[in-house]
């Protein structure tokens, strides 16, 4: 990344001159398949894990609570790695360092299967997270430089499905492996997907590596990017089960990410060598973008989150019919995406982001109307209305961003993309699930002060052979029941208002000269 800012136009294009030529036919769809499905690994295994953590921490005799560093391990690590990208694939060439780290994601899956403790699975999630935060970027850009340049759109539809149904398809997917074939089977099922990739993969890159420099390791802007990443990690992931600022530990997290950030941005602006290139952030569109992406994925995917926990805590709801119905978001998602690329090569990408936007806020102000006696099939046409308008932010947001940044920046920009929008998803699930319980606390009490006819109610529950005890749990029941029907509309209202507000942001982004990088973008 550091190497970016020395590099010229004139290498770039070099660099595209000396390569093979783009991919064409069947050929080039296989391999984009083939890239895609990298993406997907990384993305789905950040919560596959989520709905198996009980038969996790049941199998290993350790507490639900101690379970949970399973998940925490994980998004640490990928946070970490996720902006390092460009300084990697410049330093040791985009597809050797993308191949790599497939290939260690596979062994550290297979590890984490074969763990016969919390220590033990902790080690191999943390390497499994390293491993999967460079893929995630590292694949869009390989993505571009197989494809033609008139197709860059399709390519960043294609990768921006996967990131979609991702987050998705992993809890029914691993509530479905633990329940019939044990936790292991969570992480085992990576490692047959790791060999093809990597098998397959070789040979439909070779001869498509970057050139590389021997860039120093920026190791103090290293250390302090593991400070805050981590604090403010642990601190969004334990903060919950600590009380949040009621908790010294939080304070303390909470201080030392600030620090540590404060202290990050200084020296990776001045350093000779930074390993996260922030120059970036000099173009405009990105920038846009990059505030964006947070505003508007930390938004969805605490939706994505609250919409199932809702359903188990307060409708009864399993968790495999909560997680079919939340698959339902990823229907249309995968029908729009490649007519939504098609569509970025003649509208301008702010429309269709701003489209897109105001959709899903449509959607959350939809979610406002339920009400405690909403069936499955009534919240399917929320779910797939959801799906639908995804890729009109997802798509042309990608587009946006790298089409901004010089092709030698590619990577760079890529990065720091994927690490504004894992850091999101883990503020905003935090953010929503707080704020959820809590409003669900201040309702009740309301609830409770403008009850007028309990009394009623408690002799009607006792004509019909309830004891005074059991009328009284009923009636509680009732009560705690419209509280979190209301507190979960609230949660939607206020999603609705970010999303709104983002999809106004979104016009102080010039327009792009172009839609994508061209396929010379490689991993600078």
Not at 173 to 181: A, I, T, V
Request: charge should be positive; hydrophobic fraction near 55%.
């Amino acid at each position: 990344m550091a190497g970016a800012a020395a590099a010229s136009p004139g290498q770039g294009q070099a660099q595209q001159d000396q390569g093979q030529q783009p991919l064409q036919g069947a050929l080039l769809w296989f391999a984009a398949f083939v890239l895609a499905m990298s993406n997907f690994m990384a993305v789905l295994d950040t919560s596959i894990a989520n709905v198996s953590i009980p038969n996790i921490a049941g199998g290993l005799a350790v507490s639900p609570t101690q379970g949970t560093w399973v998940i925490t391990s994980y998004s640490v690590a990928e946070a970490i790695t996720v902006p390092l990208t460009g300084w990697l694939a410049q330093r040791f060439g985009t597809v050797r360092t993308y191949f790599t780290c497939i290939a260690l994601f596979g062994i550290a899956s297979a590890m984490c299967g074969l763990s016969q403790s919390l220590g033990m699975l902790v080690f191999f999630r943390v390497l499994q997270g390293l491993a999967g935060g460079p893929m995630m970027p590292l694949s869009q850009t390989l993505l571009l430089r197989i494809f033609p340049p008139r197709m860059a759109p399709q390519a960043i539809g294609l990768w921006s499905m996967t990131t979609v149904v991702g987050p998705i398809a992993g809890p029914l997917l691993g509530g479905w492996l633990s329940d019939n074939y044990g936790w292991p089977w969570v992480f085992f099922v990576n490692v047959p997907v790791a060999i093809f990739l990597v098998v397959m993969g070789l040979r439909l890159t070779a001869g498509r590596e970057t050139p590389t420099q021997q860039l120093p390791v920026d190791t103090v802007g290293l250390a302090l990017l593991i400070v805050w990443v981590s604090s403010l990690q642990i601190m969004l992931d334990k903060g919950k089960e600590l009380d949040w600022f009621n908790s010294t530990t939080i304070i303390v997290l909470l201080i030392t990410a600030v620090i540590g950030f404060a202290a990050f941005m200084i020296w990776e602006l001045t350093a000779k060598n930074p390993i996260v290139n922030l120059k970036v952030f000099r173009y405009p569109g990105f920038a846009v973008s990059a505030a964006i992406m947070p505003l508007v994925f930390g938004s969805f995917f605490a939706s994505v989150v609250l919409v199932p926990l809702w359903l188990q805590t307060n409708m009864g709801y399993t968790a495999e019919e909560s997680g079919r119905l939340t698959a339902f978001n990823g229907v249309l998602a995968v029908v729009m995406s490649p007519i939504v690329a098609q569509m970025t090569r003649k509208i301008d990408p702010r429309a269709l982001i701003c489209f897109g936007v105001t959709w899903l806020g449509a959607v959350m102000m939809w979610r406002t109307t339920f009400a405690s006696n909403i069936s499955f099939n009534q919240m399917i046409a929320p779910a797939l209305a959801q799906g639908f308008a995804m890729p009109f932010f997802f798509v042309p947001l990608m587009g946006l961003a790298l089409g901004s940044v010089q092709p030698m920046e590619t990577a760079s920009a890529a990065g720091l993309i994927s690490f504004a929008r894992t850091l999101a998803g883990a503020f905003g699930t935090s953010i929503v699930t707080t704020t959820w319980e809590n409003s669900s606390t201040r309702v009740r009490a309301d609830l409770v002060g403008r009850l007028n006819d309990a009394p009623q109610f408690l002799n009607s529950a006792g004509a019909n052979g309830f004891s005074p005890g059991a009328a009284l749990r009923q009636l509680d029941g009732v009560v705690q029941n419209q509280a979190v029907m209301v507190a979960t509309n609230h949660m939607f209202q206020a999603i609705a208002g970010v999303m709104f507000f983002a999809a106004a942001v979104v016009w102080l982004a010039p327009k792009p000269n172009r839609a994508a990088p061209p396929p010379g973008a490689g991993g600078h």
